[in-house]
């Protein structure tokens, strides 16, 4: 039997009752709370994630609205926290889902506490510090997490399966301490996180109820702006290296 909240999900044949059961026994810890954070809450949320841990230290300001949809203008204008707002708008949503958050960036030293009892993390940051304390913090809590990447028209997303083994700085150079691109030097066309978080949410909904065999473990990479869209095999930097040894 389904329920009248799920029906939809619930009735689609690769999900079904079995893996909404799932989903609501699943726990989520997301790193951030800003554009791509607002769109995966509310999405792992609507869809019946039973548990989400939203971390965040800043607060909402008006140059975030255009792309961080939990947010209003008054929001920004009493400088609120974006996990309390956040927290006030998605328990409105579905009061069904768990929710807790926490006013503080994840980090090498607190990140082993705040993974300690979720299934999957969710990068919704937008800097490579946060996503290296993000991979350590996986790797050594033996689960997954999905990084997210948005800036100007560009988006790029790939689940990170760190209980293998498998860890961010084998396929990003993060020589220098930055990415190829910036959000705050090149921008972001607000379409972008919209399409980067439902990605990632996507693979984040196989992950929870059960689906691993529908994963793509692959980078999916797109520029809005010049109609690209790919799925990009990963070469490993050790790789690389290999290969100019030789």
Not at 8 to 36: D, I, N, S, T, Y
Not at 95 to 117: H, M, Q, R, T, Y
Not at 119 to 127: A, H, P, R, V
Not at 152 to 162: D, L, P, Q, R
Request: charged letters at 25%; hydrophobic letters at 40%.
């Amino acid at each position: 039997m389904v329920s009248s909240r799920y029906l939809a999900q619930e009735l689609f044949e690769g999900l079904g009752p079995e893996g909404q059961k799932k989903l609501q026994e699943g726990r989520v810890l997301l790193v951030g709370c800003g554009a791509l954070g607002s769109v995966s809450s509310q999405i792992l949320t609507r869809a019946g994630v039973g548990y989400l841990k939203i971390a965040d230290d800043d607060q909402v300001e008006l140059a975030n609205l255009h792309r961080q949809l939990l947010f209003t203008e008054k929001d920004a204008e009493f400088s609120t926290l974006k996990v309390h707002a956040a927290r006030d708008f998605l328990s409105q949503v579905n009061s069904e889902v768990e929710i807790e958050i926490f006013d503080e960036k994840l980090s090498a030293e607190n990140g082993p506490e705040l993974a300690d009892d979720v299934d999957l993390i969710l990068d919704c940051s937008d800097n490579p510090e946060a996503r290296r304390a993000i991979d350590s913090t996986a790797r050594k809590a033996g689960i997954p997490w999905i990084y997210g990447g948005v800036a100007a028209s560009v988006g790029m997303v790939k689940f990170v399966a760190a209980a293998s083994g498998e860890s961010i700085e084998s396929w990003f150079d993060f020589t220098g301490g930055t990415e190829a691109f910036s959000p705050c030097q090149d921008g972001i066309l607000n379409t972008v996180p919209l399409l980067v978080a439902t990605l990632q949410s996507n693979e984040a909904l196989k992950y929870l109820s059960g689906a691993h065999d529908r994963i793509n473990h692959n980078l999916i990479y797109f520029d809005l702006w010049e109609n690209e869209f790919e799925i990009l095999d990963i070469i490993l930097n050790e790789e690389i290296n290999e290969e100019k040894e030789e």
